[in-house]
């Protein structure tokens, strides 16, 4: 069980990562004008897509339901940190639409409203790894 948390951890680590980067290198497609660079930028944000943020979050998904499936991590917080790691799946989906949205049209967004997108993962990432490490009991015990 020690190899599967590692890899759970592990696999965690790269799709957060490349759920931090994205944002960033969307903001940099504004600001983009030769077309050498831009194709540059768009091979980096399709590479960070689509070989460290998916095959993280796939990794992520399976390792932690194998840690459920063979342990007693049953509670509340359980309940917390599956509706957290939805929302990052959600924002990863999200961040797929964008960096098809910005191939074809590169003026799409601002680049501060892109940038912002980065308070996704950094309010996401803190929590699910707050629910994890304190396991919080959310449910008043009836006595």
Do not use: N, Q
């Not at 600001?31 to 960070?48: I, N, W, Y």
């Amino acid at each position: 069980m020690p190899w599967l948390m590692a890899a759970h951890i592990g696999s965690l680590a790269l799709w957060c990562a490349g759920l931090f980067l994205l944002p960033g290198l969307f903001a940099a497609h504004a600001g983009v004008e030769d077309p050498a660079a831009f194709k540059r930028l768009r091979t980096m944000s399709r590479f960070t897509y689509i070989a460290i943020a998916s095959p993280g979050a796939v990794l992520t998904i399976v390792s932690g339901t194998a840690l459920v499936a063979v342990s007693d991590l049953l509670g509340d917080w359980l309940v917390l940190k599956l509706t957290l790691v939805t929302a990052m799946t959600g924002f990863h989906v999200y961040c797929g639409r964008l960096l098809r949205l910005l191939g074809m049209h590169p003026g799409l967004r601002a680049p501060r409203w892109l940038r912002l997108l980065t308070l996704v993962p950094a309010l996401l990432v803190p929590l699910v790894l707050w629910t994890v490490l304190d396991k919080p009991a959310l449910l008043a015990r009836a006595v």
